[in-house]
């Protein structure tokens, strides 16, 4: 059975509640001193931890609605300790033969305690962990006759989760770009890069990539391994009578050594995007601080301070005072040529042009029919588009197939629907997402039912 049946209703009031942070901290703390004592805590041991916790960050615990006046008697510690057991995030078991009340941590628990970890501490070593991991374990498999496809399967594991490290790398370059642009002097501007990218990027993540990484010391000896094993139709054979033999009837050798090889170009690629968003980023910040060093010194830094103080001031006496400074006396402003001449008017053109014919003005009726939008759909047809391709009160743009214009048009007029107050459907936007199918592309949106 899998571990997200297992879990209570009440679980999740969690991420809902008012001590949502509090109950997080308890629950790490918890898990350092259950890792600590060998998985095996007493109530009084949590009560002990969370007592400590509890002086050490002030915590200001808030009233839960579903606490009752008796709740409200307990110290901090023990309804912290009550909350989380009642929920669902520890799990009390009694030792009838000892007298004595044990707390453990269920397993689908663990698995979210370990996620508020990850969020708080960052790896550094996580890729370097992973490249290696995944040569080790092809060698092993290569070269021992004991193991098993399980081996194979999880070098995959290790080759999606560097792909999912790089990955998550690219999509959070858009947060430094916006704290680039934020900063308003060169001061601040050097301390963000060189603290802030350079720091948690470079030396971090992209040094690791890039120089003593270890992904282009062993890409080619894991291609090499690949291709060996591949060409290897007798090792071949071995692999699969022994997979046969413990029953193992999943993916075959041969297309995990083509998911691993297809994981590697895709390591490839997405290195090769980090590379251009590091450029992009290094030029942006270049660009960036030539403007602030500019600024004071270039006739265009020069002109923008001076807009910026006429919007700030009173522009007349602005220009008056620059008036004042003005030297009027040079000799390309004093000329014998006048500054101005009155143009001579087109006779000729003007005589030869027909005359303008006369046009009514429009009255109230006429120019509300013009602005009208006109639009190709009605409500009623795009409402009979979204319930057409609804699946079980859901349409998934991702399931979504679009054939033609219309079938767009009417996409975007169905979002354009569920911005408004009083219509049927809403959007979920909870991707960032986007789709290209059919030559269209589009968000990954889902139009579900409004509960009016």
């Given at each position: 059975?899998?571990?997200?049946?297992?879990?209570?209703e009440s679980f999740w009031s969690l991420f809902r509640s008012v001590n949502r942070e509090t109950y997080i901290e308890a629950l790490m703390a918890i898990n350092e001193e259950y890792q600590y004592s060998n998985?095996?805590?007493?109530?009084?041991?949590?009560?002990?931890?969370?007592?400590?916790?509890?002086?050490?960050?002030?915590?200001?615990?808030?009233?839960?609605?579903?606490?009752?006046?008796?709740?409200?008697?307990?110290?901090?510690?023990?309804?912290?300790?009550?909350?989380?057991?009642?929920?669902?995030?520890?799990?009390?078991?009694?030792?009838?033969?000892?007298?004595?009340?044990?707390?453990?941590?269920?397993?689908?628990?663990?698995?979210?305690?370990?996620?508020?970890?990850?969020?708080?501490?960052?790896?550094?070593?996580?890729?370097?962990?992973?490249?290696?991991?995944?040569?080790?374990?092809?060698?092993?498999?290569?070269?021992?006759?004991?193991?098993?496809?399980?081996?194979?399967?999880?070098?995959?594991?290790?080759?999606?989760?560097?792909?999912?490290?790089?990955?998550?790398?690219?999509?959070?370059?858009?947060?430094?770009?916006?704290?680039?642009?934020?900063?308003?002097?060169?001061?601040?501007?050097?301390?963000?890069?060189?603290?802030?990218?350079?720091?948690?990027?470079?030396?971090?993540?992209?040094?690791?990539?890039?120089?003593?990484?270890?992904?282009?010391?062993?890409?080619?000896?894991?291609?090499?391994?690949?291709?060996?094993?591949?060409?290897?139709?007798?090792?071949?054979?071995?692999?699969?009578?022994?997979?046969?033999?413990t029953g193992d009837t999943g993916e075959d050798v041969l297309e995990l050594l083509d998911m691993i090889e297809r994981g590697f170009d895709d390591i490839e690629h997405r290195i090769s995007n980090m590379d251009?968003?590091?450029?992009?980023?290094?030029?942006?910040?270049?660009?960036?601080?030539?403007?602030?060093?500019?600024?004071?010194?270039?006739?265009?830094?020069?002109?923008?301070?001076?807009?910026?103080?006429?919007?700030?001031?009173?522009?007349?006496?602005?220009?008056?005072?620059?008036?004042?400074?003005?030297?009027?006396?040079?000799?390309?402003?004093?000329?014998?040529?006048?500054?101005?001449?009155?143009?001579?008017?087109?006779?000729?053109?003007?005589?030869?042009?027909?005359?303008?014919?006369?046009?009514?003005?429009?009255?109230?009726?006429?120019?509300?029919?013009?602005?009208?939008?006109?639009?190709?759909?009605?409500?009623?047809?795009?409402?009979?588009?979204?319930?057409?391709?609804?699946?079980?009160?859901?349409?998934?743009?991702?399931?979504?197939?679009?054939?033609?214009?219309?079938?767009?048009?009417?996409?975007?007029?169905?979002?354009?629907?569920?911005?408004?107050?009083?219509?049927?459907?809403?959007?979920?936007?909870?991707?960032?997402?986007?789709?290209?199918?059919?030559?269209?592309?589009?968000?990954?949106?889902?139009?579900?039912?409004?509960?009016?």
């Open positions: 059975m899998q571990l997200r049946f297992e879990i209570p998985y095996f805590l007493t109530r009084e041991v949590c009560i002990q931890v969370l007592r400590d916790l509890y002086m050490k960050k002030q915590i200001e615990l808030k009233r839960e609605e579903d606490e009752t006046e008796f709740d409200m008697l307990e110290t901090p510690s023990a309804r912290i300790l009550n909350w989380l057991i009642r929920k669902g995030w520890l799990k009390k078991i009694e030792d009838y033969n000892t007298l004595m009340t044990n707390i453990v941590i269920p397993d689908y628990a663990a698995i979210f305690v370990d996620a508020f970890e990850r969020l708080s501490t960052e790896d550094l070593e996580e890729t370097e962990i992973y490249i290696q991991n995944v040569y080790a374990t092809l060698f092993s498999f290569k070269n021992d006759p004991r193991v098993n496809l399980n081996m194979l399967r999880t070098a995959l594991i290790n080759t999606r989760r560097l792909n999912k490290a790089l990955q998550d790398m690219l999509h959070n370059m858009d947060k430094f770009f916006a704290r680039l642009l934020e900063q308003q002097f060169y001061g601040d501007l050097l301390k963000e890069h060189l603290d802030g990218y350079v720091e948690e990027i470079v030396r971090k993540k992209y040094h690791i990539l890039k120089t003593s990484d270890n992904f282009y010391i062993y890409k080619t000896d894991i291609k090499e391994c690949l291709r060996q094993m591949r060409d290897d139709e007798e090792w071949i054979e071995k692999i699969r009578e022994r997979a046969r033999a251009k968003e590091h450029s992009k980023y290094v030029r942006a910040t270049v660009t960036r601080l030539n403007y602030l060093l500019s600024g004071e010194s270039d006739t265009k830094g020069l002109v923008i301070q001076l807009l910026n103080r006429m919007s700030e001031d009173d522009y007349e006496e602005v220009i008056q005072k620059t008036g004042e400074k003005m030297n009027l006396s040079l000799v390309e402003i004093l000329s014998e040529k006048s500054l101005y001449k009155r143009r001579r008017s087109r006779k000729d053109f003007v005589s030869k042009m027909a005359q303008e014919e006369e046009v009514d003005d429009l009255d109230r009726e006429d120019v509300l029919r013009l602005n009208r939008i006109k639009l190709r759909f009605s409500k009623k047809q795009i409402e009979e588009f979204i319930e057409e391709h609804m699946e079980k009160d859901m349409l998934d743009t991702e399931k979504l197939s679009l054939t033609s214009e219309d079938d767009f048009e009417k996409l975007i007029l169905a979002y354009d629907l569920s911005t408004r107050k009083n219509s049927k459907y809403k959007a979920l936007e909870e991707d960032a997402e986007t789709i290209e199918k059919n030559g269209y592309r589009y968000p990954a949106l889902k139009f579900v039912r409004r509960h009016l």
